[in-house]
């Protein structure tokens, strides 16, 4: 079974702030890692995924995340937030190999000019 | 269209009232995802389809609840005698094969007073 945790529900930061989210994950085996990005009124969008190799990840709109398996972690970052970063981010976990993803509950990221 | 496409974007229902949500892949996607986003939660999976088949079901929450996918394109989510607790937002996702990126789309927004 699988499951994620997102610390906190909202996140504020200023623009041009780091922006840091973060999500820890359980998994029975070695997982798939996602985050995605639900802006107003549209669906899901992937931004990142780590399925095998290279632990740091890119993605879209300059995020990036580290899978860490000791401390069964996959923050979400980004050096500095531009307004249009408002809104919210889902980690999700699936069991290697697949695509089918338990999803966390959610951080509205906030961005104040 | 491009993306996935969901109909109605939102539906308002009476209690025990029957109700039918459409779902449109991506052209040549062989693989659906329906999901159920409750408010203030992540989406949970419902079920999954590979081809007309499905191929996971585990996530349906009981049997007023049933999808199909006939032509292994469009898919419908059924729903029977609904109560206000099925009131969330209902996600399908396609993807061109399992185990490949799935594309959401927006969601139908069902309401059962």
Not at chain 1, 28 to 54: D, E
Not at chain 1, 82 to 87: F, L, Q, V
Not at chain 2, 50 to 60: F, K, R, V, Y
Not at chain 2, 102 to 113: D, E, K, S
Request: net charge neutral; aromatic share 12%.
């Amino acid at each position: 079974a699988q499951s994620v945790t997102q610390l906190g529900s909202h996140v504020s930061v200023s623009e041009g702030a780091l922006v840091l989210l973060r999500c820890n994950y359980s998994s029975s085996v070695p997982p798939y890692l996602f985050w995605y990005v639900q802006y107003p009124n549209q669906g899901l969008q992937l931004l990142l995924k780590y399925t095998t190799g290279a632990t740091l990840v890119k993605g879209i709109n300059g995020f990036e995340a580290e899978f860490k398996k000791s401390e069964t972690s996959f923050h979400l970052t980004k050096p500095s937030a531009h307004m249009s970063d408002a809104a919210e981010y889902f980690c999700a976990v699936s069991p290697g190999g697949s695509y089918i993803p338990t999803f966390g509950r959610g951080t509205s990221l906030i961005v104040h000019p | 269209g491009a993306g996935v496409s969901q109909t109605p974007s939102n539906k308002v229902t009476e209690k025990g009232k029957y109700v039918e949500l459409r779902c449109d892949p991506i052209s040549g996607h062989t693989a659906l995802y329906w999901y159920r986003q409750s408010l203030g939660q992540g989406p949970e999976f419902l079920i999954y389809f590979q081809g007309t088949g499905a191929a996971d079901d585990s996530g349906l929450p009981n049997d007023r609840f049933f999808a199909v996918r006939p032509e292994g394109s469009v898919s419908t989510l059924k729903i029977q005698r609904t109560e206000r607790g099925d009131s969330a937002v209902y996600l399908c996702a396609s993807s061109f094969r399992a185990n490949t990126e799935a594309f959401f789309g927006q969601g139908t927004r069902l309401t059962v007073v």
